[in-house]
């Protein structure tokens, strides 16, 4: 059984699970908010109805499949009122480097757990600054029933070769607003402007590389693209350089081609394309037994490669 059917978000896919034959194991329910994100940051402050109806849920989800594979991890949906959470290395250690990570969620979640903390933690050992963002997403309904009822439709569209549209324009916007924050604020967290970028994952990865190719006069110093769409776009000559990564299984974008890649090749900017032969969709720091372990090291070893 293919683990991308956990989907673009490790969530997304529990009706498509629950037809299989030897079904899986599933616990999701709605949770209370956890500690281990730290005190959110909100980027738009001074928005006073922005914070009235902040309507931010998070639930948890349990799962074990007939192969051994199981995970148990939290997710935040519902987000109007975005916000990054701060991950900052030891100070003997510190690059000066900074990440804005963008965890991944179909737009209807975010998988903060699996695409936020580990990812921030692995970056902080590197000695590099971590801000986790929770980005505006689609909203879907309070009730867990109702909301997988909702996130089955969409992936059976998927799965029928439609292309429902989740793609919420607020989300790069947000992103940018987020370097912004950072860059104004550099010596607090004791980072550098100019080595401020994104990581983002699956629909975190859309948002990082709207993001990052707007028209816009502020750019990241670099671009972490990890299993988002792989198809040939248009890049701005000012781009940032880009790393990314996917598994060739990957059900999603697995068989796309790199046409993201030579459309960076296309403007003459720094691209390198790391693609394991297995690790799904979702690996996050990486799918145990497989190369995609390697992630976070070769991700960092780039970095270093343009002093960053």
Known sequence: MKLWLMSLFTLA???SLTCLAAGPTITMKNAEPQAFLGKPMYLYPD????????????????????????????FIRNVTNPALYTFLPPSDIATGTAVIIAPGG???SLAVQNEGLNIAQALNKQGI??????????????????????????????????????????????????LTLLKKNAARWNIEPDKIGFLGFSAGAMTSLSASTASTDIRPAFLGYIYGPMKAIEVPHDAPPMFAAIALDDGLFGKQGFGIVNSW??????????????GDHGFGVGRPGTTSTGIIPQFTAWLASHNL
């Open 13 to 15: 896919t529990i009706t």
């Open 47 to 74: 928005d006073m109805e922005r914070q009235q109806r902040d309507a931010e849920q998070w639930g948890h989800l349990a799962l074990s499949l007939p192969n051994g594979y199981s995970t148990s991890e939290y």
């Open 106 to 108: 179909a737009f209807m």
């Open 129 to 178: 600054a971590a801000f986790v963002l929770t980005y505006t997403l689609n909203q879907t309904s309070t009730s867990i029933d109702a909301y997988q009822e909702e996130v089955g439709k969409v992936f059976a569209a998927k799965r029928n070769g439609q292309d429902p549209d989740i793609f919420v324009h607020q989300a790069p916007r947000d992103a940018l607003k987020a």
């Open 265 to 278: 090749q296309a403007q003459n900017i720094p691209v390198e394309l790391h693609a394991y032969e297995k």
